[in-house]
């Protein structure tokens, strides 16, 4: 009989990372996997890159304006993290035209 676990247990000798779900439902990184037919197991999922968006920033008079346009004409580059979508970092890239 074939073990619950069995095509994990090639993936993790194949050398993937493997993840248990541990009592609070999180999942966690194993050196040694036990491999106990209690516990859930999964292939550690590869990372969600992160999404750059190219916008104008242009503040007149108490007016914001903030729109994405293309590189060549953004001031601004702002990264949001892959995973939670959390803005973790915004450059100025040059100075905005003044109309």
């Given at each position: ?15 993937a ?8 439902g ?74």
């Amino acid at each position: 009989m074939k073990h619950i676990h069995a095509d994990l247990i090639h993936a993790w000798a194949d050398g993937a990372q493997i993840q248990w779900k541990n009592r609070n439902g999180q999942w966690e990184d194993m050196g040694e996997p036990l491999w106990s037919e209690k516990h859930e197991y999964r292939i550690k999922p590869e990372p969600k890159p992160d999404y750059v968006q190219y916008v104008f920033f242009h503040f007149n008079w108490g007016v914001n304006i903030l729109k994405e346009y293309p590189f060549s004409e953004a001031n601004l580059k702002l990264t949001f993290d892959g995973e939670s979508c959390k803005l973790k970092s915004a450059e100025v890239i040059n100075e905005p035209e003044r109309h």
